[in-house]
């Protein structure tokens, strides 16, 4: 099947520093990535929508400039979590959309999530 | 906006069981409708996807079925196991290729 790995699987940083999550389709190109965040006991929130090659779309609340969202190539997009705090702290997870016949309804695949813990 | 909840919030049972967990949606343009296992402090595995038009759908011991125009679906595990401990999620896929997930059910089976 389908695989989605994500990079780092757990990250611990100061307040006030940026921290760069990967997530990578391994055998399947990707035209969107989705960004998850999930707080603990809660459910997942879709925070943004990635395209390739062109910008991010961001749910409401989601703040753009602090959540920088690169998806340049059909099987890497990047989260930058800029000026962390620990209210951000959370567990982060992406997924991906194998786009084989361009349909919206292509099956989304999970990356394991990763970790953010700000001090 | 699509509203997903999910019953019972958590569920504890003897190995052996027959379960269902429930799902409800308020929004019943979907297309599909997935059905997730999250273990503690890992991702997410897909179990089941159910198309718009299917009524249900099988996997060994597991068993979806839906009802798109009540907005519900169910999960049916037959003869749960230990290793069936996790949360399970539900998920229907709506315009934009959105995801909305429930809270889950939290399941552990004890020997």
């Known amino acids: 099947g389908a695989v989605v790995s994500q990079h780092p699987s757990r990250v611990i940083c100061k307040s006030g520093t940026s921290v760069k999550i990967e997530c990578r389709s391994l055998?399947?190109?990707?035209?969107?990535m989705f960004w998850y965040r999930q707080f603990p006991k809660q459910s997942l929130m879709l925070m943004a929508t990635?395209?390739?090659?062109?910008?991010?779309?961001?749910e409401q609340g989601v703040e753009k400039d602090k959540f920088l969202i690169n998806h340049a190539s059909l099987t890497l997009s990047t989260l930058t979590v800029t000026s962390a705090h620990p209210e951000d702290s959370s567990f982060y997870i992406c997924?991906?959309?194998?786009?084989?016949?361009?349909?919206?309804?292509?099956?989304?695949?999970f990356g394991p999530g990763t970790r953010l813990t700000v001090l | 906006k699509q509203e997903v909840t999910q019953i019972p919030a958590a569920l504890s049972v003897p190995e052996g069981e027959n379960l269902v967990l429930n799902c409800s949606f308020t929004?019943?343009?979907?297309?599909?409708l997935q059905w997730f296992r999250q273990d503690p402090g890992k991702g997410l595995t897909s179990l089941l996807l159910?198309?718009?038009?299917?009524r249900e759908q099988t996997s060994g011991r597991l068993n979806a079925s839906l009802d798109k125009s009540s907005g519900r679906s169910t999960l049916y595990i037959a003869a749960s196991q230990p290793g069936d401990s996790a949360t399970y999620l539900c998920?229907?896929?709506?315009?934009?290729?959105?995801?909305?997930f429930g809270e889950g059910t939290q399941l552990t089976v004890n020997p």
């Open positions: 990635s395209n390739e090659g062109s910008k991010a779309t961001y």
């Open positions: 055998d399947f190109q990707a035209t969107t």
């Open positions: 159910i198309q718009s038009s299917q």
């Open positions: 997924s991906a959309r194998a786009s084989t016949s361009g349909s919206l309804t292509d099956t989304q695949y």
């Open positions: 998920a229907p896929l709506s315009g934009g290729s959105r995801l909305t």
């Open positions: 929004d019943s343009a979907i297309y599909n």
